[in-house]
């Protein structure tokens, strides 16, 4: 029942590439009007956030592990994603310039852990 650490690579690179994503300066981001106005940048913290949390839940699919002792771990990885969007929003207040705290990021964040813990138990805990 041990997962290799080779299986969290795809994870753990994906965390890197957020890491600079969500540190960049706030100059450097290129800005669309439209876009803004479509509140994109919330699809995308949903999106960047559900493909860490699946990438890290991924692994656990083939393992010797009922479906119900993945719960847990899914649920762990799932809210250490929610607390991690949430000190990247502090980061960026106070150490990242022409960044700022948004509220709303986190929910997206948050919404983007929720939807992949939700689907990654429904679908991997079958598997």
Request: contains cysteine.
């Amino acid at each position: 029942m041990r997962i290799r650490l080779i299986k969290f690579l795809p994870a753990i690179i994906w965390f890197f590439i957020t890491l600079w994503l969500f540190t960049l300066p706030g100059s450097e981001i290129p800005t669309i009007d439209w876009m803004d106005r479509l509140q994109v940048d919330k699809l995308v913290h949903i999106s960047l956030f559900f493909i860490l949390c699946f990438l890290l839940m991924f692994p656990f699919r083939k393992i010797g592990m009922e479906p119900k002792e993945r719960l847990p771990w899914f649920l762990l990885i799932a809210v250490s994603a929610i607390f991690y969007g949430i000190i990247v929003e502090f980061v960026q207040r106070d150490f990242i310039a022409n960044r700022s705290f948004d509220i709303w990021d986190i929910a997206a964040d948050s919404a983007g852990s929720l939807a992949a813990f939700f689907w990654c138990h429904k679908k991997l805990a079958v598997i």
